[in-house]
């Protein structure tokens, strides 16, 4: 609905809203009006009746309760009005979350210490003679695992000053300025990315070996590695084909950490475990993290979440501590009988 205003202006609130927010709310938008037509009134007048209709007949065929929410919010800018607020609305998508509640499946989908393993030793070491698809596998999912970041951020990352910043213990990494957030405000625009060094003058052998996973130390490797043929100021570009040397696509990172994740359970010689999905790294590394003892204020800063709601709903994953198994294996010790 247009209200009187001008194209200009229209445009200008749609920048409020991400391009691809503005192409799902207009596919909402057609599919609302296809659907009216066997349904009157027309779509530019309808009453709250036929709007609750349009949302069963898509919760009939499967749409889960967010999917419904997308849908509202959609038909609350067409319409002008916030149909979230009104009371059958709330009823509605509360008795659809009853009947099809939100089920988070807590077990992680792999296993992070065989990943990890794996990437202190061949092909993954050392550096130095590792090819440019391993090299490139590594750093992106050392830098994934170690910020919790989504896809779009790290692909946001620069390779420039004062973008870039490498310092004795850390590198410092800042959003390129153009780059939009999920949530488009001054905190998630402006806040600094942290790849800490990790066991960085061993002393050990064990040391020696963690230090393979300091991601200041990859990422080094990786930038002197693709310096000479990089086409792009982004930190992470493609290393073969036609866009070599050109800005990665989030697909294309999506692909790298899982092909990363696979590659680690082939030469570990063990199956994978179902599909695997990039995404599911963040779950892992902020699981993780609250699992060593980090707060739930500091995985919320690192992950960009205002709430730890966000963490604790979708996030959280059941990891089991040699602590947490002890108590059973107390247990089965009957099996040996006490002299």
Known sequence: MTKGLSTEVIDTIQASRKPVTNAIYAKIWKKF????????????????????????????????PSTLKVQI??????????????????RFIKGCSRIKPHIHNPVPSW???????ILT???FEP????NMKILTFKTIFLISITTARRLGEIQALSRREPFLRILDDQIILKLDP????????EFHRRQEIILPS?????????????QTLDVRRCVLFYLEATKEWCKDSSLLVNFGGKNR??????????????????????????SLPGDIKAHSTRAMATSWAEKRGASLDQICRAATWSSSSTFAKHYRLDIASQEDLAFGRKILQAVVPPK
């Open 111 to 117: 296993d992070l210490s065989l990943v990890l393993n």
């Open 245 to 270: 040397g050109l800005k990665a696509s989030k697909a294309t990172l999506a692909r790298w950490i899982k092909s990363t994740i696979s590659l680690c359970y082939k030469t570990a010689n063990t």
């Open 73 to 90: 919010s959609a038909l609350s800018i067409y319409f002008d009005f916030p149909l979230a607020d009104h009371r059958w609305i709330k």
């Open 198 to 210: 990790f066991c960085a003058n061993p002393k050990s052998e064990r040391e020696k070996k963690w």
């Open 121 to 123: 030793e061949p092909p």
């Open 33 to 64: 009006c296809t659907w009216c037509r066997d349904y009157p009134p027309s779509p530019e007048n309808p009453n709250l009746s036929q709007i609750l209709d349009f949302l069963q007949a898509g919760f009939s065929l499967g749409l889960k």
């Open 178 to 185: 153009l780059f939009l957030p999920k949530v488009v405000s």
């Open 127 to 130: 550096l130095d003679s590792a």
